[in-house]
């Protein structure tokens, strides 16, 4: 993963709340074995109206996405972040986000910011009146930024600090072997196994 | 200290705790793996040299993809193809066991582990899947993970998790006639909203979540994902042991007694505290279903479609408008006036042996309105093989039905299973998203009773309109 500390690009509104990961990318979209190539299946439905903001210049090259309430929520389907940052987003603005799909952000690099909504509605605003604004995402002091606002987010310190040192959690993990050989010889001897059982 | 359900659970699979920031390490005691968020994980452990840790405590079928016809044929969409093919080679080189389609075994993820007896109180269970909140009708802690945890899961047999809220779903009083689990969630859904449920595990309780069968507590756990949360319990009880004690994977002789004695703790304690508290009175249920483009759209069945000018909240108004839009439905219009093309009896939801049950004793001796088509999808081969012992797929197909084989179908029509651009569905899945069902397709969220009665008179309908 690589580290994440500043971003700075074109900020999308996107003027939805509940934006279900079945609107991020449809199922059909879903039936590939490989980790990249996803963003045709970005938005896919709404995307074949004309009047969809990503069809708009110069929203085409956002990469800050600036969304409404409830971000993210539905099926656990990690496409839709993959569908997102290879669209070319590197950063998703929402007052609330589905906890799955925050967690499957962190995990992939891309930065799920927590805004309130009030500073959401004046991003959205000023996105619309000017176009094309740059917006800066600083994950070291978390803010967002545009002209004059300046918007604090909520980020968990833990996937923070992951992001700006941009390391691989299973590593991690696995400096605590010993810990989980530990924890495993205590198991119950009832707990079951998947193990085939014999015909009977 | 008192504790709830949810914090013992919790608590008995700590590896490690974190210190400040850092999150506790949990371990797994079942992984449930399916074609569609296991492929780049595989791919991930092979990249990185890593062996799959404990292949004893992984499982896997194939769902999403399957076709429900012609299942003895190689699947047609060659997309979908490659994906269950990938499977196969991934389980085969990692050792995990595999139930492919044609197997008795075979079904939905979240319909096989509790048949298999694998899901049981107490553990922890994830799937690449949101709807693993579903083995959490058990008192086992299950949730949803995404492809890089299933990865870590693969690799370490742990996941490192903060602590989740909790909130108690209390369900008092006694569920009227026709009035059923899918009822309780939906009603849930509307009330604490598709984000209600965020940062907590829910836990359902009170008389009417007692009397449930584990079927129907399966349903109701099953959707604590559509109301944001991360998983939802219901504590084991005499009625969770019965349906284990048995199974093939279910503990036996000795182990068994150690395991009830130990499932009999797996209750919250009477003066633990909740971080929020629901109230809902099953008494005043009635057969619920949904009119908008998310689970937290609906009504009761009697009510008419609701005007978005009378909501106060903005983006509830403006999501409330473009749900109907999309849906096509005007204001005012009374829910059981709406018509429907197809209705769906199946899913993780409502895809078991007592759901098909259900919905064949509304529609025995009748038969489905004409133009409207009906899909019966059972949830594993298992429960499709018991239902036609039962006779079941004889009562489906004389009424005109389709009988079809197992799989995830047209809750999310991954396979031909799909709706037409307008077609609309009462469904008995989880989610009315828009193009959940097919691009373009309309989904009002039913139980199997509604589904039953809706397609007999091809409007959205309880059995009792059946009656009149």
């Excluded at chain 1, 490989?34 to 990503?54: N, P, Q």
């Excluded at chain 1, 002091?141 to 600090?161: N, S």
């Excluded at chain 2, 003895?72 to 995990?96: H, Y």
Aim: hydrophobic share 40%; with cysteine; glycine share 10%.
């Amino acid at each position: 993963m690589d580290a994440f500390t500043t971003h700075t690009g074109v900020g999308v509104p996107l003027r939805r709340s509940n934006v279900d990961t079945d609107q991020i990318i449809p199922a059909v979209y879903l039936k590939r074995v490989t980790r990249t190539g996803f963003e045709d299946g970005l938005f896919a439905a709404w995307r074949g109206d004309e009047h969809f903001i990503l069809n708009q210049e110069p929203f085409k090259a956002g990469s800050v996405l600036v969304a409404g309430p409830d971000f993210g929520t539905g099926s656990s389907r990690e496409h839709a972040v993959w569908a997102l940052m290879d669209y070319g987003f590197r950063v998703v603005v929402s007052s609330r986000f589905a906890d799955i799909f925050r967690g499957n952000a962190g995990k992939q690099g891309l930065v799920a910011a927590q805004c309130s909504q009030s500073d959401v509605e004046l991003l959205w605003k000023l996105l619309e009146a000017e176009p094309g604004t740059p917006v800066t995402v600083d994950l070291t002091d978390k803010t967002v930024r545009a002209k004059d606002l300046v918007a604090p987010f909520e980020i968990d310190d833990y996937t923070r600090w992951r992001l700006l040192e941009g390391l691989d959690d299973i590593a991690l993990t696995l400096r605590h072997e010993a810990e989980i050989s530990g924890f495993e010889a205590n198991r119950q001897t009832w707990l079951p196994t998947t193990d085939p059982l014999p015909a009977v | 200290m008192s504790r709830t359900l949810a914090e013992k659970v919790w608590e008995a699979h700590v590896v490690r705790h974190g210190s400040g920031a850092e999150p506790d390490l949990l371990y797994i005691d079942l992984h449930l793996l399916h074609e569609v968020t296991s492929p780049q994980a595989f791919d991930g452990l092979r990249l990185a040299g890593r062996p799959l840790r404990r292949a004893d405590l992984t499982i896997a079928t194939e769902d999403h993809n399957v076709p429900t016809v012609d299942i003895d044929k190689p699947i047609a969409d060659l997309v979908s193809r490659t994906q269950v093919e990938t499977l196969r080679r991934n389980c085969a080189e990692f050792g995990v066991r595999l139930h492919p389609m044609g197997d008795l075994e075979q079904g939905i993820v979240h319909v096989v582990g509790p048949q298999l007896g694998l899901t049981q109180p107490g553990m922890t269970v994830v799937c690449g899947d949101s709807h693993t909140s579903t083995h959490g009708a058990f008192g086992a802690l299950a949730f949803g993970i995404g492809t890089s945890e299933v990865e870590h899961v693969m690799a370490t047999q742990t996941l490192p998790l903060r602590p989740f809220k909790t909130m108690a779903i209390n369900v008092d009083g006694e569920l009227g006639p026709g009035v059923t689990a899918k009822d309780i969630i939906l009603a849930v859904i509307a009330k604490i909203g598709t984000g209600g449920g965020q940062g907590y595990v829910l836990e359902y309780r009170g008389r009417a979540i007692e009397n449930l069968s584990m079927e129907a507590r399966m349903t109701v756990c099953n959707m604590s994902i559509e109301a944001g949360a991360r998983a939802g319990m219901i504590a084991p009880d005499e009625t969770t042991f019965d349906y284990i004690k048995g199974r093939p994977h279910a503990p036996s002789g000795a182990d068994w007694d150690a395991a009830v004695a130990y499932w009999k703790t797996l209750r919250t304690d009477d003066d633990a505290t909740f971080d929020a508290e629901v109230h809902i009175d099953a008494d005043e249920l009635t057969p619920f279903v949904t009119w908008g483009t998310n689970p937290g759209q609906g009504l009761p069945l009697s009510a008419n479609i609701p005007d978005p000018e009378q909501i106060v909240d903005e983006n509830e108004r403006v999501a409330a408008e473009k749900a109907l839009t999309y849906m096509g439905l005007e204001p005012g219009t009374p829910l059981r006036d709406i018509h429907v093309d197809t209705v769906f009896l199946g899913s993780c939801t409502n895809g078991r042996i007592e759901d098909l049950r259900a919905a064949a004793d509304v529609i025995k001796g009748k038969h489905v309105a004409s133009g409207v088509r009906m899909l019966v999808v059972p949830g594993s081969m298992r429960v499709r093989k018991q239902a036609e012992e039962e006779g079941l797929d004889k009562v489906f197909l004389d009424a005109g039905a389709e009988w079809r084989q197992a799989g995830c179908s047209m809750c999310l029509g991954m396979n031909p299973d799909q709706l037409a651009p307008g077609e609309r569905s009462a469904s008995t899945s989880n989610r009315n998203f828009e193009g959940r069902q097919g691009k373009g397709g309309r989904t009002h969220l039913v139980s199997p009773l509604v589904a039953a009665a809706t397609a007999v008179r091809g409007t959205l309908s309880a059995p009792a309109d059946l009656e009149n």
